[in-house]
């Protein structure tokens, strides 16, 4: 499974640090959990840039995506359930208002652009996510409105995804950087970060 690399090197990253209790920002809990969600949702998401940047590893199809579906599988993958349930919800909110800040303007742009439509991601998050687990998940996935035509083909969906981001990363070496290896070092806290999320 993807986990068994990747959480070898997010086990000394940021992302495990990210795994903690969510910081309080801004005061609100339903706010601050949407921004913390986000925030780790889209640090799988540039992970997902950086590896394949770094190892050159093959994307059949658009990068964003790929992006996207690794994000999705490390929340699965890497959170407790009740957690990942919650980063699931929000991360998928942030599409929503992303395509109902569009008003149903969409131009030429969005279609152009290398990222999936707001809502096609948003599908697909809940989606991969619901067939990490269908039996458990199933009510989740159509609570966030996933048709059920989709809904039966998620189980196999997240199968591929999870086989294809492991058939790339199952060579990698993981190590303490004393040897080439693929090392993601926690930086510590990031003041220019702490300052934009109390914003």
Known sequence: MVKCRVAAVLS???GAAMAQDAPMFAKDPALDSFIYSNVVS???HEFGHALIDVLLLPVLGREEDAADTLSSLLIDQLWEEESSIKLIYDTTLAYQLYEADMDGQADLNVYAGVHGMNLQRYFNYVCLYAGANLEGRDDIALELGL???RLITCEDEHEL???SWEALLQNVPVGD???ESLVLVNAGPD???AWALEQ
């Open 147 to 149: 048709p059920e035509e």
């Open 12 to 14: 000394i990253s940021a």
């Open 42 to 44: 889209v640090f799988y």
């Open 161 to 163: 995804a999870a086989q």
């Open 177 to 179: 950087g004393s040897q």
């Open 191 to 193: 003041p220019a970060l």
